[in-house]
């Protein structure tokens, strides 16, 4: 059917965002990753994963277009662009300064997926765990890696992503095979039993788990680089 999974093929455009490569997998998004509008993003994001059009997914798409010279629209990979969105401390590619910030990489990945150990569900709890210690861990391994205002704000929207779309945007409670399948294979793990959120994913219920997320997570910037910056264009 259209919205089948289906692996991208070699010229097809993929990026650093887990959650827009499974859309493009899945066709919600163009196949080929290309030519991506701020109405083409959101309209996918909701159809997908029932997610609205918030103020952070406008934002997010807006800021998307600051990654390349086209007027209005952006390819999955040029969101790669370094200290525009991409950032140091991924959950699961590694710092650019390290090599592929791109590509799934299960070294980096380990973290999370062992995180919560003893339960089937990552949560609150287990994702602000999860961000405190990949950032110790990127410590020792990137003496230049970048960790602002501005990368923790991000990183936590981040990991409210995946517990809301895989999970249950009420509870932030999130299976963990679900969460592996759509990190490892940008895949909605449809044959294992997800569905699309049935409660619309929106303002209140989404700021609930990134504000639980932040609200536990240990924090403080470190590093060179203490203003917040957003890199303007490619
Ligand atoms: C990460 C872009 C929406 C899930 C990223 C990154 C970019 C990006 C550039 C890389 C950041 C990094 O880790 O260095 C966007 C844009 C969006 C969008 C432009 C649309 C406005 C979504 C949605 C989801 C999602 C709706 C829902 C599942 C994620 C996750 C990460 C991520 C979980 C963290 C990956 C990691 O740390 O390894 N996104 N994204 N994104 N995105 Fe998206
Ligand atoms: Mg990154």
Known sequence: SAHQWQAPSSTDSRGPC?????LANHGFLPRNGSNITIPVVLKAINDGFNFQSIDILRIGAKLGLLTTDAEDSFSLHNLALHGTLEHDV????NDLALGDNVHFNE???????NSNPG?????????????????AEDKIVNPTLVNTV???TVRTIESGFYLSVM??????????????????EERLPLEEGW????????EENFDNVVLGIANISTWAPSGEVVCPWIRLQP
């Open 90 to 93: 991924s959950l699961s590619r």
């Open 107 to 113: 070294t980096v990945f380990t973290t999370l997926a």
């Open 119 to 135: 339960a089937d569900y990552y949560n609150i709890t287990s994702a602000a765990q999860v961000l405190v210690q990949r950032l």
């Open 150 to 152: 501005k990368e923790f």
């Open 195 to 202: 569905q699309r959120s049935e409660v619309p994913i929106g």
């Open 18 to 22: 887990p959650g827009l490569n499974t």
């Open 167 to 184: 999970g249950n945007v009420t509870t932030g409670v999130a299976p963990k095979n679900f969460v592996q399948i759509f990190f490892r």
